[in-house]
């Protein structure tokens, strides 16, 4: 049972405009969601992050929105960059020391 | 202050062998948990450690075991090595009371 979905595998975009990837999660006990990016033999990043009591949190280019009633969240990279290629991770857990569960990634490709 | 450090980096093992990765968290962290990234699986639970005691556990058969040393070091085994269990494995750490991880780079296990 994937808690966590990232149902596009990829997306394309070209440098300048919004990247807009979302993420969708089953597990009401969730209270913490984060997204990590990835690049090739590298360990993933972490980028931004938001608690179940916000609705937004903003950090520079990207935005995160956490829709709770839909059980669904979005990453907004504005404006995308050339080095924003790679794969995202949508993640979430239930408590502070609880495991992290982390979805199948998005795989995004800058466009010049 | 240094990362999370994984060794080795690459790995070739035969079907039926077994293999040891090590991981040597943040100083300071308490906290190891390890993940298998294969393709289209995305990140996948292995276990969490915490002061030497393993926390959490995923969804792995039982050849897939760890420890966690009096330092935080922490290996990872896996016996009976099946070509399905090629993948990255990677390991992260994290301060107390802190959500995110902190990852390494991983070991790219590929067996044959």
């Known amino acids: 049972d994937q808690q966590v979905k990232q149902n596009s595998p990829s997306l394309s975009v070209q440098e300048g405009r919004i990247s807009i990837l979302n993420c969708d999660y089953t597990?009401?006990?969730?209270?913490?969601f984060l997204w990590y990016k990835k690049y090739p033999a590298e360990g993933p990043t972490f980028l931004i992050s938001?608690?179940?009591?916000?609705d937004k949190n903003e950090d520079g280019r990207f935005t995160v929105f956490l829709n709770k009633s839909a059980k669904h969240l979005s990453l907004h990279i504005v404006p995308s960059q050339p080095g924003d290629s790679a794969v995202y991770f949508c993640?979430?857990?239930?408590?502070?020391?609880?495991?992290?569960?982390f979805g199948k990634g998005t795989r995004l490709h800058i466009l010049p | 202050k240094a990362g999370v450090t994984q060794t080795p980096r690459y790995l070739i093992k035969t079907r039926g062998q077994q293999v040891t990765l090590s991981c040597s968290p943040i100083s300071g962290h308490r906290s190891v948990s390890w993940y298998q990234q294969t393709p289209g699986q995305g990140l996948q639970f292995l276990f969490e450690?915490?002061?030497?005691?393993?926390?959490n556990k995923g969804n792995f058969p039982g050849r897939f075991s760890g420890r966690q040393f009096s330092n935080s070091r922490s290996e990872m085994n896996v016996s009976t090595l099946e070509l399905g269990d090629s993948a990255l494995y990677l390991c992260?750490?994290?301060?107390?009371?802190?959500?995110?991880?902190?990852f390494g780079s991983g070991t790219r296990l590929t067996v044959v």
């Open positions: 992260a750490s994290r301060g107390q009371g802190a959500y995110g991880y902190t």
């Open positions: 938001i608690s179940s009591i916000k």
């Open positions: 450690y915490f002061s030497e005691t393993q926390r």
């Open positions: 993640a979430a857990t239930e408590r502070r020391d609880d495991k992290i569960i």
């Open positions: 597990n009401s006990m969730f209270d913490y």
